[in-house]
């Protein structure tokens, strides 16, 4: 088979590969990077611009998995648009909001790419969304394809325990076989249980790499993080600051608002409204109303009956007065600009009383990364739109993360045992150590670190 990173650059990035398996051809996410902007930040399609692609199919519905969709299909038009039913309930919700996102970028910042599509176009393509449950088959190849060839490849989800909907793929042909991470948590979240990946077994392995720089420390514990987030918490409202807790809308404003409802319950955080914003609101209903399709803890827990929820908007946000002890639990996780957490942070940061608490992941090259980076004291670029603050405010940084760790990815491929692993989706530090530890633990694995845009033949 042959397989082509199309991630426009070599971090993290978009997810996006293109598989061509026993004559047919399927496209495997379609993300959009988070730090570029305008065309630069879709997947490198253009190198299939005249190949006809039988299917697309997402792992999850997040912004660097799923956000150039529209322009895929546009490209593809004849690509059968598969996703677990999970996902199907929220991505036209992601993307409307895309669309939201890239029309205020353009009014602000003049950006003239955006839109890179609109409402309109996305009421016109969605009857091409199909959702399917886990661990089911799927054929996936064009029909008169399948005519000639007498059998067309399959397609399985597999619970990926990491945000609502989430799965890793496991492409079948005749002779052959892929399975795809996407992005994944081994362990149980809050309100996520781990990855239900047990039994897989591939030729060839393309896996998510998030987190291969990163060392967990020694006696490190998810609950140990729990009752410093609580402890953390308590002490910005005992003196009467806010909390900002910046969050992505889909997946972890869940796991923090069923965190919270716990640390309420328990008496380890005064009970409270929380401010969230409307996307986040929408997913937690979502996420409330798929309770029994969903494989999760919590079970009798509806997030919305939990809480007081009030939802703010940006613009609301502006008028409102920073004094009391209020609890955000807002967008977006990395602050970027023209965002709610980015413009309460430019307020926030320079007053000693309130608490900044991070809970995933923030690129270094972001404003939320640049505001974890600097000392206490230390005036630096938040953004540029808010410029230079001085940062005074307690700032954490709690490790809840619902990605696999390193070492959990190690083992994952020795149970796997495929021929080939292919390492994407991480920065460059995370896959060169990817690549030294498993040619060091398994030498007969061939391990592949393709460039964006190779084309790989396994
Ligand atoms: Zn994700
Ligand atoms: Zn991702």
């Known amino acids: 088979m042959r397989i082509t990173n199309l991630n426009c650059s070599d971090d993290i990035g ?16 379609c993300g959009c990077h988070p730090k570029r902007d305008g065309r630069e930040t879709l997947p490198l399609l253009d190198q299939f611009k005249d190949a006809e692609v039988d299917a697309i199919a997402v792992s999850h519905c997040h912004h660097d998995h799923v956000g150039a969709l529209p322009v895929a299909i546009r490209l593809f038009p004849k ?39 609109t409402h309109i176009e996305l009421d016109g393509i969605a009857h091409l969304f199909q959702g399917f449950q886990y661990n089911r088959e799927i054929e996936w190849a064009a029909f008169h394809k399948t005519r000639l060839l007498n059998k067309s490849p399959t397609l399985e989800f597999y619970d990926a325990g990491h945000a609502l909907g989430s799965a890793g793929m496991m492409l079948r042909g005749t002779h052959e076989n892929l399975f795809f991470t996407g992005d994944v ?102 996420y409330d109303a798929q309770i029994h399709r969903t494989h999760r803890n919590l079970s009798g827990m509806a997030l919305s009956q939990s809480h007081n929820l009030m939802v703010v908007e940006k613009k609301q946000l502006e008028n409102m007065k920073l004094r009391s002890d209020k609890i955000f639990v807002i967008t977006a996780g990395m602050m970027t600009e023209h965002t709610a957490a980015h413009d309460l942070t430019a307020r926030m940061v320079g007053d000693e009383k309130h608490g900044i608490f991070f809970v995933g992941y923030a690129d270094p090259g972001t404003p939320g990364g640049r505001l974890k980076a600097a000392k206490h004291g230390e005036t630096f670029l938040f953004s540029g739109s808010a410029g230079l603050v001085t940062k005074r405010c307690e700032v954490e940084d709690f490790d809840l993360t619902a990605h696999a760790n390193r070492d959990e990815l190690v083992e994952f491929v020795g149970k796997v045992s495929p021929k080939s692993v292919v390492l994407g989706h991480g920065e460059p530090e995370s896959k060169a150590w990817f690549k030294e530890e498993l040619s060091k633990r398994f030498p007969a694995i061939n391990v592949l670190n393709p460039e964006p845009g190779q084309t790989l033949t396994v």
């Open 14 to 29: 978009a997810s996006s590969w293109m598989v061509e398996i026993e004559n047919h051809r399927i496209l495997l996410d």
């Open 79 to 117: 690509a059968h648009v598969l996703m677990t039913e999970l996902s199907y309930c929220l991505v036209e919700r992601v993307l409307h909001n895309s669309v939201n996102v890239m029309n205020r970028q353009r009014a602000e910042s003049g950006q003239m790419d955006y839109p890179l599509y």
């Open 185 to 286: 948590s081994f362990r149980d979240q809050t309100i996520l249980k781990g990855a239900r990946f047990e039994g897989v077994k591939a030729d060839v392995l393309i896996m998510e790499t998030t987190r291969g720089n990163r060392i967990v420390p020694q006696g490190f514990t998810r609950e140990s993080e729990i009752d410093r987030l609580a402890r953390s918490i308590q002490s910005v409202i005992a003196r009467r600051g806010c909390v900002l807790i910046p969050v992505f809308a889909l997946g972890r404003t869940q796991e923090i608002l069923a965190l919270l409802a716990l640390l309420m319950a328990d008496g380890k955080v005064p009970k409270q409204p929380l401010y969230i914003g409307g996307l986040g609101r929408v997913f937690t209903d979502i």
